[in-house]
């Protein structure tokens, strides 16, 4: 499929032409951060900056309901009590804009843990087929960025289904996944011109050339290695640590969960929660272990 070219003008109104049909999430600014949030026509979408959070929460909610149950009596017997469940799956279709290509190959991550022939996660898998991503390339990577040490780019498409490039008066859009094609039907989208295709281009090396020198992974085991019996190293570097968590919620490829049941009278629910391998208690076993 050619490309295509939206005016930044008309991005509000694309917004609210796809929100007839679907949940739209943008990034918004609350406060100082960005967060992605349902698209509404009278909150401004800033694309200028990357969200502080990743939209790993449209896939894998960090609060997401399993099922209900209820025990049941039975009525001849009263000492016979029954277990009724009723499985719970919540995946309207829903579109994310304005990501990162690296917030949307992180799902490239979970993928490989809860949608694959091993073992299938039913809940992710049906909120990542009711999912598309609408990634905006990035075109000023900051001195935190180093997506093209781990063999990604700052317009790396996987995990996306349709990639924004930004340039002059607009968005160059095109198309990155075959599904994707039903969200560029509109009437607002019009064909893309070579100088559009060009700039957009040229923005992408430029904003890979932007990153620096590559550091090679490769070096790190043996660099951790060297650190290894240094206890004062350690104690300097987790001294600054206060447990909060925040690194692995933050992070658009940790899928750690924890699992509760949430029970009052007869019925309760089965709740998963967001976990993070940093608390002292991840795991944590009544032995203490």
Known sequence: MSAKYLPGEKLAAWLEELSGSRLVLVPVMERDAVVFRPFASNVPVELGRQANVPP????FPATERLMRFRYV?????????????EETVEAPPTVVVGGRPCDARGFTVFDRVYNSPRATDVYYQARRENTLFVTLSCDD?????FCHCVGSSPSDARGSDVMLTPVEGGFLVEQASERASELLGSALLTDASEASVSQAQAARVAALEALGERFDPAQAPAKL????????????????????GACTYLCPTCYCFNVTDERTGMTGERIRTWDTCMSFQFTLEASGH
């Open 56 to 59: 790993k929460d449209s896939v």
């Open 73 to 85: 009596k039975d009525p001849d017997d009263l000492g016979k009590v029954s277990l009724e469940l």
């Open 141 to 145: 990577p900051d001195n935190a960025c």
């Open 225 to 244: 290695l060297e650190k290894f019996d240094d206890l004062g190293f350690w104690e300097d570097v987790s001294a600054k640590c206060i447990s909060c």
